[in-house]
């Protein structure tokens, strides 16, 4: 009985096992919420690129952890990304898109991307690729993501519910044994405005080893996505001028390797453009100056017009003079007659 009291007294001894903990975002809560910025919170930036980009609070509770959205203009003419700050505005991680989608045959087409961690010297901590349309297409599926992490586990997200506008659902679950790991919720509410304010609810399962924040870097990304904006635009103009140059470079270098002849013969048309240009240039100056020699000539033949009208009207006077002195004359010599 002594023995059996002693060892009931004893504590419950641990157990052999341990949750997982996450290998990065340590600390970082496991619910909060994703919603838009709004515009006094833009202006209370005090920049004016926050404008063009689309940015987005996070909030734990009532507590704010920083924002979470596009960063740079240029980066975002290259690139569609999402990046993290803290409440100090310093970038702590990273969501990029690669430029160039996927050539594989069964992800031909998918977009790849990758997280990094500026917490930990920049150190990737995720990479994963969009799912293949055809396996989705097979499966009855909507295309998630299938991505892994930096402890080798292989997730995958699904979208379980699309058909209701603004009741989206997410799950990331793990590839293998379909466990949920986090599950993402679209939120719409009627602000105090009376602005109408769409976000999204991340829910962390507790002894999973993912990253807390991957689920809100997807969440955010979806947001991005669906919105066009102007920047969006600019941007496939310079993808396409980027894939027209990736193109034309090679091909005129590779004709020059091989046919050398046909460097001069292109190297002639900027010559002969100049020639034209040269010769147009010319043409309307020597236009130019027929219009004035034709006015100037104009000029002086209304002179002469003028000369030749005033002329003969003084002609006309000195006749006109000349016939009344002879009228004179001979009145003059009647008169002298009569009176002889």
């Known amino acids: 009985m002594a023995t059996l009291s002693k060892q009931c007294q004893q504590e419950p001894a641990a157990p052999s096992y341990s949750e997982p903990t996450p290998t990065t975002g340590a600390g970082f809560p496991l619910h909060y919420k994703i919603k838009p910025m709004t515009s006094m919170q833009r202006a209370a930036t005090g920049s004016m690129t926050s404008y063009l980009l689309q940015k987005f609070t996070i909030f734990a509770g009532d507590r704010k952890l920083g924002v979470i959205g596009e960063k740079s203009v240029m980066k975002k003419l290259i690139r569609d990304h999402v990046s993290m700050s803290d409440n100090n505005g310093r970038v702590v991680a990273d969501f990029d898109e690669n430029i160039l989608r996927s050539w594989r045959p069964s992800y031909w087409g998918c977009q790849s991307f990758n997280l990094y961690d500026h917490e930990a010297n920049g150190r990737r901590i995720l990479s994963g690729i969009q799912e293949s349309y055809w396996t989705s297409w097979w499966r009855g599926e909507r295309q998630g993501f299938e991505f892994t992490s930096t402890d080798g586990v292989q997730y995958v997200s699904r979208k379980v519910h699309t058909v209701t506008e603004g009741m989206n659902k997410w799950f990331i679950v793990e590839a293998l044994s379909g466990r949920k790991v986090a599950e993402m919720e679209e939120s719409v509410v009627e602000a105090a405005g009376g602005a109408v304010s769409s976000g999204w609810l991340i829910n962390v399962e507790r002894g999973v ?41 090679p091909l005129a270098l590779v004709l020059l390797y091989f046919m050398p002849g046909l460097g001069p013969r292109l190297l002639f048309f900027p010559r002969l453009l100049g020639r034209v240009m040269a010769w147009r240039r010319g043409a309307n100056a020597g236009a130019g100056a027929g219009d004035g020699a034709e006015g100037a000539g104009g000029a002086a033949d209304e002179d002469e017009d003028a000369g030749g009208g005033a002329a003969p009207d003084a002609g006309e006077a000195a006749n006109e003079g000349d016939g009344g002195g002879a009228a004179g004359d001979g009145d003059g010599n009647g008169e002298e007659n009569n009176e002889e």
């Open 209 to 249: 080893s993912i990253d807390p924040r991957v689920p809100g870097f997807f969440a955010a990304y979806e947001l991005t996505e669906r919105t066009t904006t102007y920047l969006d635009c600019v941007q496939s103009v310079v993808h396409l001028v980027m894939i027209y140059l990736l193109v034309l470079v």
